[in-house]
């Protein structure tokens, strides 16, 4: 009975270990990291996506705990810029889509503990389900329903001092289905669509879905971004490729303990 119990505590210790990976060492801390995150609102009883939505307790810890640990809030431009003469810890907060609670729930936190970040914010937004653009079978039509930032709600956090604004295309267009003439317009109008309601330069983009391929990323230039941000995860090289930025991405079912390993190691377990 006892080598039994030994056996299954071994072999919860090794999920355990893989699932976090809390024994590798930390990525050098001179590297900064870029979060992604979504939505900050509670979860949604069997809904598909709580996976994007961190509850705003949660998204407290994990700022809270960044600041205590003397992290240093930077927006993407400002990443980019200073890239090599950040202060150790240098952390971008980034959100995707521009939904309403960015402003209603994330703000006061961030404003409450001083931390910067960037909101990719997709112009054509209202009432629409981008998730079937990546599986048609993703119809239920949930984020559609779920509230968006207004265009002077997008102003007033471009007017802040903690929120820069970056776009996210047009209509969160999965570039790989569009043609030359389509995606450079996506990419194109939106920086422009977004100068004009912000009134200030917009120079960092994030890919829809993280769906994209060279033709995207020259087109990016040629659209006026200076910065780009992808899904793929992990922490960027010394010398990394500003249009093609690996993000940690923050899920809405993670814990304070898995947050602190992924900023740790960059990425989810092994």
Same mark, same amino acid.
């Given at each position: 009975?006892?080598?039994?119990?030994?056996?299954?505590?071994?072999?919860?210790?090794?999920?355990?270990?893989?699932?976090?990976?809390?024994?590798?060492?930390?990525?050098?801390?001179?590297?900064?990291?870029?979060?992604?995150?979504h939505?900050?609102?509670?979860?949604?009883?069997?809904?598909k996506?709580?996976?994007?939505?961190?509850?705003?307790?949660?998204?407290?810890?994990?700022?809270?705990?960044?600041?205590?640990?003397?992290?240093?809030?930077?927006?993407?431009?400002?990443?980019?810029?200073?890239?090599?003469?950040?202060?150790?810890?240098?952390? =971008?907060?980034?959100? @995707?889509?521009?939904y #309403?609670?960015? /402003?209603?729930?994330?703000?006061?936190? +961030? !404003?409450?503990?001083?931390?910067?970040?960037?909101?990719?914010?997709?112009v054509?937004?209202?009432?629409?389900?981008?998730?079937?653009?990546?599986?048609a079978?993703?119809?239920?039509?949930?984020?559609?329903?779920?509230?968006?930032?207004?265009?002077?709600q997008?102003?007033?956090?471009?007017?802040?001092?903690?929120?820069?604004?970056?776009?996210?295309?047009?209509t969160?267009?999965?570039? =790989?289905?569009?043609? @030359?003439?389509?995606? #450079?317009?996506? /990419?194109?109008?939106s920086?422009?669509? +977004? !100068?004009?309601?912000?009134?200030?330069?917009?120079?960092?983009?994030?890919?829809?879905?993280?769906?994209?391929?060279?033709?995207?990323?020259?087109?990016?230039?040629q659209?006026?971004?200076?910065?780009?941000?992808?899904?793929?995860?992990?922490?960027?090289?010394?010398?990394?490729?500003?249009?093609?930025?690996?993000?940690?991405?923050?899920?809405?079912?993670?814990?304070?303990?898995?947050?602190?390993?992924?900023?740790?190691?960059?990425?989810?377990g092994?």
């Amino acid at each position: 009975m006892v080598i039994y119990l030994f056996i299954f505590l071994l072999i919860l210790v090794i999920a355990f270990s893989y699932k976090y990976a809390w024994w590798k060492p930390a990525v050098d801390w001179k590297r900064p990291r870029v979060l992604m995150y979504h939505m900050v609102r509670e979860h949604i009883e069997g809904a598909k996506f709580n996976k994007l939505r961190v509850k705003p307790a949660e998204f407290e810890k994990q700022v809270a705990w960044m600041k205590a640990e003397n992290f240093h809030f930077v927006t993407m431009y400002e990443l980019q810029q200073n890239w090599d003469r950040h202060p150790e810890k240098t952390v =971008a907060i980034t959100f @995707d889509d521009g939904y #309403l609670d960015n /402003l209603e729930n994330a703000y006061p936190i +961030l !404003e409450k503990y001083q931390a910067k970040a960037t909101i990719y914010v997709v112009v054509d937004r209202h009432n629409r389900d981008w998730s079937t653009y990546k599986k048609a079978h993703h119809n239920s039509g949930e984020l559609a329903r779920e509230a968006k930032l207004n265009d002077e709600q997008v102003k007033a956090l471009a007017n802040s001092d903690l929120v820069e604004i970056g776009s996210h295309t047009m209509t969160h267009a999965n570039l =790989a289905k569009l043609d @030359d003439v389509a995606c #450079l317009a996506e /990419l194109t109008q939106s920086k422009q669509a +977004l !100068e004009t309601v912000t009134q200030q330069s917009v120079t960092s983009f994030a890919y829809p879905f993280g769906i994209y391929c060279q033709r995207d990323v020259d087109m990016a230039k040629q659209a006026g971004y200076s910065n780009a941000v992808t899904t793929n995860e992990g922490i960027d090289l010394e010398q990394p490729d500003f249009m093609q930025l690996q993000r940690i991405k923050i899920s809405g079912k993670d814990s304070i303990f898995a947050v602190k390993l992924r900023l740790k190691i960059g990425k989810r377990g092994f």
